[in-house]
């Protein structure tokens, strides 16, 4: 949005001091507004825009992106005020409506896999670090609960994941032998497709943040801090490219049974 709103100031050849005379704000409000320091309202952008001279189809579209950014950052403290379960719970009829899942995970295995034991000892760190209450096995059950989606309707599952995620134990080795069997499990469902990149492979990208495209219609991913979801056009375009990528290095099949049967080895 910054940068945005920089680029029409520049091409209406007006100073930030103009802008803002022209909006009655002080200088320094419109140089925190171009620089990303300071929440923009539809109003300011209202304001910027008619003192720039810009069309009133660019207003809209920059109205409308600065909603979808409001709504796109969600923090996890406000999510997980109700707790773990009803977090989990949450997201059931988004992924009831989603048809096509493209997921990648470079650090646990994804949610839709996860086994009981995985999901509770998972979950149970998270309600540790963050300090919320734990109903993590209440949690696990829900989480466990969405595997019914792998089985229901036409959707599809692409999966990638690094094999680094093999090796991540959590839990202890119990967890993980139970939680890998199961992976070889459903990485045979048909409306699965599970792809993992090896250690081994020359990288045309790195490893990046998880991320889910659900439907190609928006993103979704997780960071410490918050829940992000990306509906730009722009964006979407460079996911659907990262996952392209990465799932172009993923091998499947036997040579990625290979690989899991060796992680439960090494346990």
Known sequence: ????????????????????????????????????RQAVADSDIKAWCVACGATEQIVAELVSMNRQLDSAYVEWRRMQQGGLKRLQDAVIPLWEQTSNFRIYEPGVVPGFFQTQGYAGALLTRIADFFSIPDDADNAALARVGRERLLHAGDRRFAVVI???????????????????????????????????????????IWPVEGFWILDGMQVVMETVSAKITVRQTGELDLYRRTFSELSSMAVRGEEARRLITAAIAAL
């Open 162 to 204: 690094e094999e680094s995620v093999l090796r991540t134990n959590i839990g202890d080795s119990e967890i993980m032998a139970g939680q890998l069997g199961h992976l070889l499990n459903v990485m045979a469902l048909p409306s699965v497709s599970f792809g993992i990149v090896p250690f081994s492979v020359f990288r045309t």
């Open 1 to 36: 949005m910054a940068a945005r709103l920089r680029e029409i100031r520049l091409d209406s050849g007006l100073s930030a001091r103009d802008v803002a005379a022209a909006c009655g704000w002080h200088e320094s409000k419109c140089s925190r507004m171009q620089g990303g």
